[in-house]
């Protein structure tokens, strides 16, 4: 049986020997996966588990070679007769289909959870759990998440080690105690806990003098480190060893709570009529209360102030929870994903915890039932999202924050709504007093009510003048109060989070050299969620070094981040006050330049990129009087920028620049074709083909048809195809376009094969291959006779057949087309499949799937990695079929394609 171990360093063992876990961020890969197993984890949350917030340009094809190999490893387990492990793909995502107990930490769990049941010796069945740790977990794997498990499973042993350690003393076996805990104890020298139950073993086992010299040892520790005494607990084991009573003996270690409330808000000061109001309804309310109000106006720091006023009445701990509700960086929080940190909190093992809401709830409020904790829900979305994270029975309390005024909570479940106003003049004057010291403002009284009435009373506002009048001691109030006026706040105390920091924005704005303040308000125009360097070096029409460092002196201003190295992104909220600068500020015809010269940028990289991902295409859409752009990896740049490029053939259709739209289209089409955003194909098209209209443009109208029709097929949309086909081979006919019409007829062919009627397809393939032939078109012609062969292997003409596609992939390869070749090795693996020949058919059809992995041609991949498979299994090697199978489903489903779901139910068969 297959073992796996995170306990110490991660190391899976089968049949007595040791398998190679491969590297670290495989490693990661791997624990991210068994810390839920057998429990199905997204894709998503792997990519963040194993990069956290700097993932790869590629994360997703990473990610699934490290799967890859994660299979491979397993598939090398010697057999035992046990069930081997496997990597499977499920509705949830990726899972290692095993017994918990296979893995180290999940045994550790059922031990202490058995013990706790009394379920057998409980000493027993602590001190095996123990044993399970070999040193540090998770050893040498770097990473936020995994440093932050790493904590969590170390504070596990902890915790077991007390247990147990509690359970022996009462048995008096001391001496096994300070065996075990020494060392412990030495790792963790500033752990009272771990310190205090040390001390009674010593003291029981007769080493009183050395108990007390840890003692003493700890409590220096902890004043020169901390600053701090020891706790009451310890400071009562003390005395009691020293009194010689033995009471020592029944004083076990306090067992931790959560204690999850952030820290209190420093300078708090008015809102006393709410946390009257607060104090007055505090009583056994299931929800207390939902905090609205406008966004600044204090809904957290107030409800977290009062958190802390009231914890002591909780003393089984206290819950929070951000939920995203109006976060600017990203979606709210499922009730589900909320449902699970509140869980977590509760110390739940992560195989425990059921896969719907319902369940999620059901236990939560079950574990809640007879305790009484705080539970702070903070910026909730609406009442839906927060109606499963309520507990079930008086005795718990939950404040909700939104922007909302939660109604239909209020409503159903008898929340006492506090909707929260701007604060008073005598507030807001409290609150500068708090953080700049009443004799600042003594000494300049007048601007200090200039300051507080610019700023209306919004506490985020006046916190905001305050942090930087406490950073700069020096500038007078009066400065900082002539700018308020000057500049009025506008809506700042309104609903409309885009204009109510406008004057707040203003300062950090304002410190900007000019340079980076214009590029600054042009990037208000910019499509897309982000920008490199090149980008805002054509927007702003400087060189890239330039363009560099105006975006370092923006990011060091706050005003950008650097999400990944050389990308810059600004939130929701700026982008809106760049917008409205650059309105405001910049000439119109200085906006327009700015943004053709952007598009010219994207046009000119994309065209470049487009034609290093298919050397092979028809240059139609490439300006050959311009030098190639830099670009080193076509597939990466397309990959980060699609969103600003699909956006921009839009932008160029607005602008009236149709000749830009219609070639951003075309660059971006094979992308988008291999890819699978086969929307985005057609969207972009739409735009294309209106744009050559208004041009009156015959060739560009044509391609803009066939392109659609390609497009069209690929979303089974087939009479929508048809009728783009019609169009171009008009189109191309008139203009006596032969390369056009053999395009057409080639595409025909693809629909009609789509569409099960492979005579008509073959037909359609041969009038291509004439026309082609006699255009001097190679790669078309390789194209058609493969498609020829697809066909006769479809009608049963199987010698005809393989005679065809080996004609295409020898012109193929002779005109170095790689796609050419993975698709005739495709076609040829599907011919030796018919005739029997498996052994042939699997080479051809890994020689192509590994070919369109390389290229970047997602949904063809997955169809080769599906014949490769039904290939594979015909030689009777099932496991390195299903292993085909399942890489096709994660790519199919990542696609959201229809034969995601056939190919789910023929892996499940």
Known sequence: MAEFRVLGPVEVRAGGRPLDAGTTKQQAVLVALLVDAPGPVSADTLVSRVWDEAPPDDARGTLYAYLSRIRRMLASAPPDGTAPVRLVRRAGGYALDLDPDQVDLHRATRLVERARAGTGDGAALLREALGLWTGEPLAGLGGAWLAGTRERLSQQRIDIALRWADAELRRRNPTTVVDTLRPLAGDHPLHEALAGTLMRALHLDGRTAEALDRYT??????????????????????????????????????????????????????????LDRLDALRANAVVISAVSGTAGVGKTALAVHWAHRIAGRYPDGQLYVNLRGFDPTGAALPPADALRLLLDALEVPARRIPAGVDARTGLYRSLLAGKRMLVLLDNARDAEQVRPLLPGAPGCLTVVTSRDELTSLVATEGAHPLALDLLTADEAHQLLA????????????????????????????????????????????????????????????????????????????????????????????????????????????????????????????????????????????????????????????????????????????????????????????????????????????????????????????????????????????????????????????????????????????????????????????????????????????????????????????????????????????????????????????????????????????????????????????????????????????????????????????????????????????????????????????????????????????????????????????
């Not at 005494?229 to 306090?254: F, M, N, V, Y």
């Not at 885009?498 to 600054?520: C, E, G, I, M, Q």
């Not at 739209?661 to 929307?679: T, V």
């Open 217 to 274: 040892a700890i409590r220096r520790r902890l004043a020169d480190n901390l600053g701090l005494d020891p706790g009451p607990w310890l400071r009562a084991i003390h005395q009691e060893i020293l009194r010689g009573t033995g009471a020592a003996l029944a004083k076990p270690a306090p067992r931790a709570v959560p204690a999850q409330l952030p820290p209190d808000v420093h300078g708090f000061s008015g809102r006393l009529r709410e």
């Open 434 to 909: 708090r953080r700049l010291g009443p004799d600042r403002l003594a000494a300049e009284p007048d601007a200090v009510g200039v300051i507080v009435t610019a700023c209306a009373g919004l506490p985020l506002a006046l916190a905001v003048v305050a942090a930087r009048a406490a950073t700069r001691p020096a500038l007078p109030l009066a400065t900082l109060a002539a700018e308020l006026r000057d500049r009025a706040l506008g809506a700042l105390g309104t609903t409309e989070p885009a204009t109510d920091l406008r004057a707040v924005f203003s300062w950090s704005y304002r410190t900007l050299s000019p340079a980076a303040a214009r590029l600054f308000r042009l990037l208000g125009l910019a499509p897309g969620s982000g920008i490199a360097a090149p980008a805002a070096a054509g927007l702003a029409g400087t060189a890239v070094a330039e363009a560099g460092r105006l975006l370092s002196e923006l990011t060091e201003r706050n005003l950008l981040t650097e999400s990944a190295p050389g990308r810059y992104t600004f939130h929701d909220l700026l982008r809106a006050y760049a917008t409205e600068l650059t309105h405001a500020v910049d000439h119109p015809d200085d906006r327009q330049a700015a943004e053709r010269r952007l598009l010219d940028h994207y046009l000119h990289t994309a065209c470049t990129a487009a034609l290093l991902l298919n050397p092979h295409r028809d240059p139609i859409g490439a300006d050959p009087d311009q030098p190639p752009a830099d670009v080193t990896d076509p597939l990466g740049w397309f990959t980060v920028e699609q969103p600003a490029l699909v956006a921009g053939v839009q932008r160029a259709a607005d602008l009236g620049l149709d000749r830009h739209a219609w070639r951003l289209a075309w660059a971006l089409a094979d992308f988008l074709e291999r890819q699978g955003h086969w929307q985005d194909w057609v969207d972009t098209w739409h735009i294309a083909l209106a744009a050559a209209q208004r041009r009156d443009d015959r060739p560009s109208q044509a391609h803009a048809h066939h392109s659609l029709a390609s497009a069209h097929t690929r979303l089974g949309r087939y009479p929508d195809a048809h009728g783009h086909l019609e169009q171009a081979l008009a189109l191309y006919t008139r203009l006596g376009d032969r390369t056009g019409q053999a395009h057409t007829h080639n595409n025909l062919a693809l629909a009609y094969e789509q569409e099960g009627r492979p005579a008509a397809a073959l037909a359609e393939s041969e009038r291509s291959l004439e026309l082609y032939r006699a255009a001097g078109h190679h790669e078309g012609q390789a194209r058609a006779l493969n498609n020829i062969g697809w066909c006769l292997a479809l009608l049963g003409e199987h010698t005809r057949a393989l005679a065809t596609g080996r004609e295409a992939l020898a012109l193929s390869e002779r005109i170095a087309h790689r796609h050419g070749q993975a698709i005739a090795l495709d076609t040829l693996g599907y011919v030796d499949e018919r005739l029997g020949r498996y052994p042939h058919a699997v080479a051809s059809y890994r020689r192509s799937a590994e070919l369109f992995r390389d290229l970047g041609d997602r949904y063809q991949h997955a169809a080769t990695l599906i014949k490769l498979g039904d290939a594979t299994a015909a030689t009777g090697d099932r496991t390195a079929a299903r292993d085909a199978w399942r890489v096709a489903l994660d790519i199919l489903t990542d696609l959201d394609h229809p034969d995601a779901e056939t190919m789910r139910a023929k892996l499940n068969n």
